[in-house]
């Protein structure tokens, strides 16, 4: 049976370069983002296999969306969570916390939510998410950003638990980025051992097919996230980042 994988956030970066890899393996996808543009040029690569839909998770409307997208689908075997917004705020800027909290953590939450739920009804499914090394230590640089991003962490942690606990067959994949070239971090500041999309979407994918529980992508971020949460708070909030 054909694989049936949805993509939240497929129109640009990680969940693009993900999106195209699927479509290489011959999975019929379910994609989706706020920008349907996008979304057609993914269609084009495989007009019979993939299933366009613009949804905008900080909308109500975007469970009922996303159930759209899964009866236009035929199913859902995999979701694949990839939206998400982050600024760096030293001047904590109301607008840029108040947009990162409703997009990654409320949408996050309603998204995962529904995807929960709709495996929970099957009995079995997998939910693959990008959350980030963000949420490994609060980030003077981008209080909101890295605040949310343990949110998801903890949140994907406690859904497992729920999930076992219910004898549900839901796997968990919580993918931990590094810093990746992709259009959520472009700007004037360089950031450090940036990743290529590319090269992280091959991890991803391997993650995902090994039903790895987190992923922290690459091995140079495996090595300093360790360091970072072993920093007493002491040493951790006087760095300068």
């Known amino acids: 049976m054909t694989k049936r994988v949805i993509i939240i956030g497929a129109s640009s970066g990680?969940?693009?370069?993900?999106a195209k890899l699927f479509l290489a393996r011959g999975y019929r996808l379910g994609v989706?983002?706020?920008?349907?543009?996008?979304?057609?040029e993914l269609k084009q690569m495989a007009p019979d296999r993939v299933v366009v839909q613009a949804i905008d998770v900080t909308s109500d409307e975007a469970t009922s969306r996303l159930r759209e997208l899964i009866d236009?689908?035929?199913?859902?075997?995999?979701?694949f969570y990839v939206s998400g917004?982050?600024?760096q705020n030293r001047t904590l800027e109301p607008s840029i916390e108040m947009a990162t909290v409703n997009t990654n953590a409320l949408g996050f939450t309603r998204m995962i939510g529904e995807a929960y739920r709709y495996f929970a009804e099957l009995g079995e499914g997998h939910i693959a998410a990008i959350t980030s090394i963000a949420g490994t230590k609060g980030l003077g640089p981008a209080p909101s950003y890295s605040a949310t991003k343990a949110f998801q962490n903890l949140y994907l942690q406690a859904l497992e638990q729920q999930?076992?606990?219910?004898?549900?067959?839901i796997r968990f994949t919580d993918i931990r980025p590094g810093f990746v070239n992709t259009d959520l971090l472009?700007?004037?500041?360089?950031?450090?051992m940036m990743l290529r999309p590319e090269k992280a979407a091959l991890q991803i994918v391997s993650a995902i097919d090994n039903k790895r529980h987190i992923k922290v992508?690459?091995?140079?971020?495996?090595?300093?996230?360790?360091?970072?949460?072993?920093?007493?708070?002491?040493?951790?909030r006087h760095l300068k980042i």
């Open 163 to 169: 999930a076992n606990a219910r004898k549900l067959k």
């Open 217 to 236: 992508i690459d091995w140079r971020y495996r090595l300093l996230t360790p360091f970072w949460r072993c920093l007493p708070n002491l040493i951790w």
């Open 14 to 18: 990680m969940g693009r370069e993900v």
């Open 85 to 87: 917004i982050g600024k």
């Open 72 to 79: 236009h689908l035929g199913g859902m075997d995999l979701f």
């Open 32 to 40: 989706a983002a706020r920008r349907e543009e996008r979304l057609q």
């Open 186 to 192: 472009n700007g004037d500041f360089h950031y450090p």
